[in-house]
T-cell receptor, first 112, second 112 residues
Framework: GENVEQHPSTLSVQEGDSAVIKCTYS??????FPWYKQELGKRPQLIID?????GEKKDQRIAVTLNKTAKHFSLHITETQPEDSAVYFC???????????FGKGTLLTVNP | EAGVAQSPRYKIIEKRQSVAFWCNPI?????LYWYQQILGQGPKLLIQ????????DSQLPKDRFSAERLKGVDSTLKIQPAKLEDSAVYLC??????????FGPGTRLTVL
């Protein structure tokens, strides 16, 4: 089955700095790569996603890059704010049944 | 648009007892997922329904877990008998024609 690795497990940055979280996956047939943000005690919420026919996608301060050859993708958050503090999960979907395999998460702390 | 609804939000039981969780997906979403999220980890797919048929239940511990989606809308997940290691948040998600999954608030289960 799909194997997703996510790094780092924790990340602490100063407000205004950038944050980068990376994920690698094993199944070259995977075709959809969403990122979820989960605040303490809340549900995971989709913040950005990318499909295999695109190399980069940006939405305001958030961007995702995908390297299909190397089988890795990254989340980039610029101009971080304290409200960006949360756990971020990458996920990978492959095949035809829309099954998502999640990474173990990154706890991002943005210090004011 | 109403989101995914789940109940109860919290449940405390003793080991060997039974428990059931309910999920109502976003209206019109044909695909429904149940995930188990253990503290500090990413969500793990337990079972996926397409309408009222099971698409993937490969990670469902079938000796104690069962799930159904009789009319292709609401779903219930049951654990019988519960073990200590079943303590987790049980998340329900749904998706429509696109593969984006939307999560409910989850049920936090504590097994004593």
């Amino acid at each position: 089955g799909e194997n997703v690795e996510q790094h780092p497990s924790t990340l602490s940055v100063q407000e205004g700095d950038s944050a980068v979280i990376k994920c690698t996956y094993s199944d070259s047939a995977s075709n959809y790569f969403p990122w979820y943000k989960q605040e303490l005690g809340k549900r995971p919420q989709l913040i950005i996603d990318i499909r295999s026919n695109v190399g980069e996608k940006k939405d305001q301060r958030i961007a995702v890059t995908l390297n299909k050859t190397a089988k890795h993708f990254s989340l980039h958050i610029t101009e971080t704010q304290p409200e960006d503090s949360a756990v971020y999960f990458c996920a990978v979907q492959g095949g035809s049944n829309y099954k998502l395999t999640f990474g173990k998460g990154t706890l991002l702390t943005v210090n004011p | 648009e109403a989101g995914v609804a789940q109940s109860p939000r919290y449940k405390i039981i003793e080991k060997r007892q039974s428990v059931a969780f309910w999920c109502n997906p976003i209206s019109g979403h044909a695909t429904l997922y149940w995930y188990q999220q253990i503290l500090g980890q990413g969500p793990k797919l337990l079972i996926q329904f397409q309408n009222n048929g099971v698409v993937d239940d490969s990670q469902l511990p079938k000796d104690r877990f069962s799930a159904e989606r009789l009319k292709g809308v609401d779903s219930t997940l049951k654990i019988q008998p519960a073990k200590l290691e079943d303590s987790a948040v049980y998340l329900c998600a749904s998706s429509g024609q696109l593969d984006t999954q939307y999560f409910g608030p989850g049920t936090r289960l504590t097994v004593l």
